[in-house]
């Protein structure tokens, strides 16, 4: 792919105005969201990014039990409370809630996490 084309993806001129790329909004606060899916895939993606991360760092120390679980979650939904409520200052019932956004993808993201910690922790620490 070429620079060119990426540009073109990244940014588009609608009615003489530019565009921001999904990604672009994502890290933007109060960016404009015109269509509801792009909003839930940045939180799923988001969600996502939060269960490796998590998981590494739960694998490398060795943290074990329900503990973990309970911190994962935690952290998992209060952070992305903060990012859709504070940051993006979005209306939560467009959304279908403020429940509706806490679950996007919050079931893929705790077994990516689980897939992840087992991985680091049977790796690191396992006699």
């Known amino acids: 792919m070429t620079n060119v084309s990426k540009r073109k993806e990244d940014i588009h001129l609608v009615n003489g105005s530019v565009k921001q790329s999904t990604w672009g909004k994502a890290f933007n606060s109060n960016a404009v969201w015109e269509e509801k899916d792009e909003f ?6 988001i969600r996502q ?3 490796i991360i998590l998981g590494v760092i739960w694998g490398v120390a060795p943290l074990k039990g329900f503990l973990g679980i309970a911190i994962f979650c935690i952290i ?20 279908g809630g403020t429940w509706e956004l806490t679950k996007e993808g919050f079931m893929t993201s705790f077994a990516l996490f689980l897939v992840v910690w087992i991985i680091f922790f049977t790796a690191l620490h396992y006699d």
């Open 49 to 51: 990014i939060i269960a």
């Open 40 to 45: 839930l895939d940045v939180i799923y993606w």
């Open 76 to 95: 998992n939904a209060g952070v992305l409370y903060v990012y859709f409520s504070s940051f993006q200052q979005i209306d939560e019932e467009a959304y």
